[in-house]
C-alpha cells in the first residue's frame, strides 16, 4: 500500500473521491480550493494501478488539537485494511507535529475504536468544530459520534505545518452551537404583532443574515394588515411579501376539509390547523424564489403551530434551515418583548396588551387565555368579536339555503358567489344570529390540554349543510366508512400533516364521494341555531315511494321475515346455546314470584 502526503495533481482525484462519499451522506463536501488551501494536511493511498483510492486530512484548530475529517476509501478496495492504513499514517503524522489530541466526528465509532479512539462528549470542543456543520444536511438531527485519540504529548517544535492559535472553550453551558448555523438569509412568517415584529431585528443580530418578512391575508381583517409592511421594513426587514391568500385558502383547503367531514375531538373545526400549511407553503415558496436559506416563524415551544409550520417545510424543502426563536431567546414576557423593540427602534403600536391571545382568519375566530385558562370560568360577553350572544339575536328568523355542487358550496340564497366571498357571507349571516360558537378542551399534539373558544359562524353551516347534502345522497356503507375516515381527516390536519400522504390518498377517496352531492340545504337562522328545515338533490337516493308507508309500497313486506331471520341468526344462535345450557338466554327477564310483596 502505497500512502503518501498529497500532490497537487491529486486534487480533482480526492474531490472525485469525496463527492461519492457526499451523495452517500457519509462527509461533508469540500471544494477545489480548500483541498489546494490545505494540500500539505491530506494524505491519500495509492494502489497498484496508481489509482487514488483513499483519502483524509487533519484540520489543526490548536497546538493541542486537531480533527481527522475527509475519510474516504474507494468502494473497490473496501475491506482490504485501505482505511486503517491511512488512518494510522495521519495519527502518525500528529504525533510528528507533537498534537496531543485528535478528535472526529463520525458514524464508524466502531473503526475508530479499533484504531486507540474513545467516545467522548462533542460539547469538549471548540466551537469553531462546528463551522462546516451549517452545509450539513442533517444539521438539526446529527447523528455523528465524537470520538477522541490522546497522543504522548511532547515539546512542540515549530514546522511548516499551519497551526489554527485558538483557545479551548469551556463545555457549553446552553445549547449547541449546532442550533445556531450560518445563515445568510431568512423568510419570517411575519403577523405585524409584536413578537414577530421584534424576530426580524432579534435574527439580524443573533445570526447575521437578511430578513424577508411575508404576511398573508388569509381573512384576519384590513386592521391587522394595515401598515403592516411599512412597519416591517422599519422593523429592519429588507422587502416584505403581502399576499392575498383567501381564494386559495377557501377553495384549496377549507372545501377540500369541509368534504372530509373533519371535525377534531367532535367539536373543533380546526380553523387554526388548516391555515398554517398554507401560509408554510408560501413561506418555503418565496425563499426558493429569494434563494434564502431559512425560514422563520413566532410559534412557541409549547403549542401546536410549531410542529405544523415545520412539518409543511420539511415536506417541502427539507433542506432549508428553520429558526424558532421562541425556543431560544431570553424574551420571556410582552414586557420583555417591548423593552427589546423600543432598544433597537422597532414600532410599537399597542403596549397594552389584550387578556386574551386571539387568531382570527376567513374561517374562524380563537379566544384563549385569560379568564378561559381555568375551564370552569364562563366567557365574558366582551370577549366575542364575531357573534352576537344568541339571548341578544333578532327574535326573527332568517332563512338561508346553500347550494353545492359535487361536494362544494357554490351559492347563498341563490346568489353565486367565489369560494371566500362565500365563506365570509355566511360569517355575516351566521354571526348576526349568534351561530358558531363553541367553548371546548382539546388535547393539544404537543401532549397537554388546552381551553380555548371559538366563533365558526359560518363553517357551521357549511358543515351542516353538507352534512345533509350527504345524508341524501350517498349510501350506508360509504357513509358509515367516510365517518370513521373523517377522524382519522381531521388528525392529520390538527398535527399538521397536510402534505402527507395518507391525508392526499384519503383525499382522492373522498374527491370521489363527492360526485353526486349535488343539491341545496336550506336552514331557519334562529337564536344559536343553524335549523335544516330542507334539502333536495336529483342525484338523492332517499325515494318516498320507497319510504312510504302508504298503499303504494314497492316491495312485499313479508320479504322483510327472511330478511330478519337472517340479519338476526347469530342472535338467535347465542340464545339458542344458552337455553340448551343453562335453560334461560343470558338477556332473560328475572323470576319476579321469588320476591315478596306487601
Not at 475529517?69 to 485494511?81: N, P
Not at 419570517?188 to 439580524?204: F, H, K, M, Q
Not at 420571556?332 to 391571545?357: C, G, L, M, Q, W
Amino acid at each position: 500500500m502505497n500512502i503518501r502526503p498529497a500532490h497537487p495533481q491529486d486534487i480533482p482525484h480526492i474531490l472525485a473521491l469525496l463527492n461519492e462519499h457526499v451523495r452517500r451522506g457519509d462527509v461533508l463536501p469540500r471544494t477545489a480550493q480548500s483541498i489546494h488551501d490545505t494540500l500539505p494536511d491530506w494524505l491519500v493511498g495509492i494502489d497498484a494501478d496508481e489509482e487514488l483510492v483513499a483519502c483524509v486530512s487533519l484540520l489543526y484548530y490548536s497546538a493541542a488539537l486537531a480533527e481527522v475529517r475527509s475519510l474516504a476509501v474507494a468502494d473497490k478496495v473496501k475491506g482490504q485494511g485501505w482505511g486503517r492504513s491511512i488512518v494510522k499514517a495521519i495519527i502518525a503524522q500528529a504525533k510528528h507535529q507533537q498534537v496531543p489530541t485528535l478528535f472526529a466526528l463520525t458514524r464508524a465509532v466502531p473503526f475508530f475504536q479499533k484504531m486507540g479512539f474513545t467516545i467522548s462528549s462533542r460539547e469538549l470542543f471548540p466551537e469553531k468544530v462546528w463551522r462546516d456543520c451549517h452545509v450539513c444536511p442533517l444539521l438539526h438531527h446529527c447523528d455523528e459520534t465524537a470520538v477522541v485519540l490522546h497522543l504522548t504529548p511532547q515539546p512542540i517544535h515549530q514546522q511548516n505545518q499551519p497551526i489554527i492559535e485558538l483557545p479551548i472553550i469551556q463545555p457549553f453551558q446552553g445549547d449547541l452551537p449546532m442550533s445556531k448555523p450560518k445563515i445568510n438569509k431568512a423568510v419570517l412568517a411575519y403577523s405585524g404583532g409584536l413578537d414577530t415584529s421584534v424576530i426580524v431585528p432579534w435574527l439580524r443580530e443573533n445570526y447575521g443574515c437578511e430578513v424577508i418578512c411575508f404576511c398573508a391575508n388569509i381573512g384576519q381583517g384590513e386592521d391587522e394588515l394595515k401598515g403592516l409592511e411599512e412597519k416591517a421594513l422599519a422593523s429592519g426587514a429588507s422587502k416584505v411579501y403581502v399576499e392575498d391568500l383567501r381564494h386559495e385558502f377557501a377553495k384549496d383547503f377549507l372545501f377540500p376539509m369541509l368534504q372530509s367531514g373533519a371535525i377534531y375531538e367532535r367539536q373543533y373545526l380546526l380553523g387554526t390547523s388548516i391555515a398554517r400549511p398554507l401560509i408554510a407553503k408560501w413561506q418555503v415558496s418565496i425563499a426558493e424564489a429569494e434563494g434564502a436559506d431559512a425560514v422563520a416563524h413566532g410559534a412557541t415551544g409549547k403549542g401546536n403551530d410549531q410542529v405544523r409550520f415545520e412539518l409543511t417545510y420539511k415536506a417541502l424543502n427539507p433542506t432549508l434551515k428553520v429558526v424558532a426563536p421562541w425556543r431560544e431567546w431570553d424574551i420571556r414576557s410582552r414586557e420583555d418583548a417591548i423593552a427589546y423593540a423600543k432598544k433597537h427602534n422597532v414600532p410599537v403600536t399597542h403596549t397594552k396588551k389584550s387578556i386574551y391571545s386571539r387568531d382570527s382568519n376567513l374561517w374562524h375566530l380563537s379566544h384563549e387565555g385569560g379568564i378561559l385558562e381555568d375551564p370552569s370560568n364562563e366567557p365574558e360577553e366582551s370577549m366575542y368579536q364575531w357573534t352576537v350572544s344568541p339571548e341578544n339575536a333578532p327574535d326573527e328568523p332568517e332563512i338561508v339555503t346553500v347550494h353545492f355542487e359535487q361536494g362544494i358550496p357554490v351559492s347563498v340564497n341563490d346568489v353565486q358567489l367565489p369560494p371566500a366571498s362565500l365563506i365570509e357571507k355566511l360569517n355575516e349571516l351566521g354571526a348576526k344570529h349568534g351561530i358558531g360558537r363553541v367553548d371546548l378542551v382539546e388535547n393539544r399534539l404537543v401532549g397537554m390540554k388546552s381551553h380555548g373558544v371559538y366563533e365558526t359562524p359560518g363553517g357551521t353551516i357549511l358543515y351542516a349543510a353538507h352534512r345533509e347534502m350527504e345524508s341524501l345522497c350517498l349510501d350506508r356503507d360509504t357513509s358509515h366508512f367516510k365517518e370513521e375516515l373523517a377522524v382519522k381527516y381531521a388528525e392529520l390536519v390538527y398535527f399538521g400533516k397536510w402534505f402527507h400522504a395518507l391525508r392526499e390518498s384519503m383525499q382522492a377517496f373522498i374527491s370521489d364521494t363527492q360526485k353526486s352531492i349535488t343539491g341545496w340545504v336550506k336552514f331557519k337562522l334562529y337564536k344559536g341555531n343553524a335549523i335544516v328545515i330542507g334539502r333536495h338533490s336529483d342525484k338523492s337516493l332517499y325515494r318516498e315511494d320507497f319510504a312510504t308507508f302508504g298503499k303504494e309500497d314497492v316491495y312485499d313486506q313479508k320479504d322483510a321475515v327472511g330478511f330478519i331471520n337472517l340479519f338476526g341468526l347469530q342472535m338467535k344462535v347465542q340464545a339458542m346455546m344458552d337455553v340448551s345450557n343453562g335453560g334461560k338466554t343470558r338477556y332473560a327477564a328475572p323470576d319476579y314470584s321469588k320476591f315478596k310483596r306487601d
